[in-house]
């Protein structure tokens, strides 16, 4: 089975901070993906990458960055953490191109910012 | 671009009852559909999927979904719901490397 872990499950920061999430598949998957879950809003993707050290912006990057420097890591950084990035925040990854292949999720990460 | 959308913010069933969970899709081209399954606190888990071939697709759990083209739906469904079928339901449509997802269904089962 594929397993996807995320570093922290619940986790409370101050504003202006810079918070670190990190994410592991252990698939040898090449695409890995950040959203961010909010009620009413459903999934919105903030950043994907398909493969190391390459990114692509999803459809909220503004305020994020990540990093991907080996295949199986993908982290998400929140350079100066804002109360309005409160939120959970959720990690996938999928295998390659082919048609049929789904995302695999992690647990998320509840982040609060105070 | 495509997109799916999920009309019904909560749907509520008697337990035993059949449940449906509803999606329509806009898309160009071919449909790649999924649904997924979230429970309190945890991470989306897969339930099943829409490539090509028949129009009813079973999955995980007992639950199946018909895609239906003239109506642009994939709709979820379950013969016969049970209380532990409570969660928090997505559809999604991919294109590409990308995943969209609709807002999500609330499915609460009543005893």
């Known amino acids: 089975d594929v397993k996807v872990t995320q570093s922290s499950r619940y986790l409370v920061k101050r504003t202006g901070e810079k918070v670190f999430l990190e994410c592991v598949q252990d698939?040898?998957?090449?695409?890995m993906f950040w959203y961010r879950q909010d009620p009413g809003l459903g999934l919105r993707l903030i950043y994907f990458?398909?493969?190391?050290?390459?990114?692509e912006k999803g459809d909220i990057p503004e305020g994020y960055s990540v990093s991907r420097e080996k295949k199986e890591r993908f982290s998400l950084i929140l350079e100066s953490a804002s109360t309005n990035q409160t939120s959970m925040y959720l990690c996938?990854?999928?295998?390659?191109?082919?048609?049929?292949?789904?995302?695999?999720f992690g647990p998320g990460t509840r982040l609060t910012v105070l | 671009a495509q997109s799916v959308a999920q009309p019904e913010d909560q749907v509520n069933v008697a337990e035993g009852n059949p449940l449906t969970v509803k999606c329509t899709y806009s898309?160009?081209?071919?449909?790649?559909l999924f649904w997924y399954v979230q429970y309190p606190n945890r991470g989306l888990q897969f339930l099943l999927k829409?490539?090509?071939?028949?129009?009813l697709v079973k999955g995980s759990y007992g639950f199946e979904a018909e895609f239906n083209k003239s109506q642009t739906s994939f709709h979820l469904k379950k013969p016969s719901a049970l209380v532990s079928d409570s969660a928090l339901y997505f559809c999604?449509?991919?294109?590409?490397?990308?995943?969209?997802f609709g807002t999500g269904t609330s499915l609460t089962v009543i005893p």
């Open positions: 996938a990854s999928r295998a390659g191109q082919g048609s049929s292949d789904t995302q695999y």
């Open positions: 698939m040898d998957h090449e695409n």
């Open positions: 990458s398909y493969d190391v050290k390459m990114k």
């Open positions: 898309v160009s081209g071919n449909p790649y």
């Open positions: 829409y490539i090509t071939g028949d129009n």
């Open positions: 999604a449509v991919r294109d590409g490397n990308q995943f969209y």
